[in-house]
């Protein structure tokens, strides 16, 4: 899967979405594009004690009966799972993407990122069909070492980028890799930087200036990092914001526990976390 956009499927309101984004993000990088489906591995069917309660012969019963139905839910998930990625194939097809590559997984979620190798870039919904935000896309953010977007349930082509910088190294190593991205190119960037100094904004603007990319920049004070970075970009018609996934920094201690949640579920637009 070296090189690829890998699509997450899973038949929630996002799906469509989250294909349309992937369709996007692959022809912008020229690279092939996935449907991935994951059901992730669940403890086995729980039986309680029930010693002195009921004899042996309905015990083994009730466990023979339990693992019976877990293995048909197991195999009706697995076709519901098959029947949502033929089902969104179909749609990129119609779209102008008639190459694409379907994948079912299962297992634990580690495991199946580990399996992927060195992706380009991952797309999921902000909310998916059994989870909501939180957890679950923060255990993806936290697990997955390349890219990953997160799309909101309705898509809009991007045509203005807003790239959340703090003046760190690994923020500038972020920059640096948007001057020679594809996947941003053409692109308007919007660089806001949230209670920092204006000459280190400033030099950040440069490094795009001087690599063609149109900048606009923009030093913001607030007590909130995320909502003076959600008031901006619903203020100036942003359809894409960019910002780094981890680190000891004051922006990115944000994306720590609680205010992944906080920044997935107060955004309106769709959010690149780069690692």
């Avoid at 956009?5 to 594009?33: F, H, M, N, Q």
């Avoid at 580690?110 to 679950?136: F, K, Q, T, W, Y």
């Avoid at 901006?232 to 780094?244: K, P, R, S, W």
């Amino acid at each position: 899967m070296n090189n690829t956009v890998i699509a997450c499927v899973d038949g929630s309101l996002s799906t469509r979405s989250v294909c349309e984004y992937a369709a996007w993000a692959a022809g912008k990088l020229d690279v092939p594009l996935a449907l991935m489906h994951v059901l992730e591995k669940n403890d086995p069917p729980a039986v309680s004690d029930l010693t002195g309660t009921i004899g042996i012969d309905s015990r083994e019963q009730l466990t023979e009966e339990l693992v019976r139905i877990e293995g048909e839910r197991s195999r009706l998930m697995m076709a519901q799972g098959k029947a949502v990625l033929t089902d969104c194939a179909a749609l990129l097809k119609q779209a102008g993407q008639p190459e694409v590559q379907l994948m079912q997984k299962n297992g634990a979620l580690d495991e199946i990122l580990a399996e992927l190798g060195d992706i380009r870039l991952m797309v999921l919904g902000r909310r998916g069909s059994r989870n909501p935000v939180g957890s679950h896309l923060e255990s993806v953010i936290r697990l997955q070492k390349r890219p990953v977007l997160v799309v909101p349930e309705t898509f809009s082509t991007p045509s203005r980028v807003m790239f959340a910088y703090d003046g760190s190294e690994a923020s500038r190593e972020n920059l640096m890799r948007l001057t020679v991205s594809p996947l941003l190119s053409g692109l308007t960037c919007h660089l806001v930087m949230v209670n920092g100094e204006a000459s280190t904004l400033q030099d950040a603007q440069a490094i795009l200036q001087e690599a063609g990319i149109v900048t606009a920049a923009q030093l913001l004070e607030d007590k909130s990092v995320t909502g003076a970075l959600c008031r901006y970009a619903d203020e100036n018609g942003i359809d894409l914001t960019v910002m780094g996934a981890y680190g000891h920094s004051r922006l990115r201690r944000f994306f720590i526990g609680s205010h992944t949640t906080e920044m997935l579920s107060e955004s309106r637009q769709a959010l690149l976390m780069l690692r």
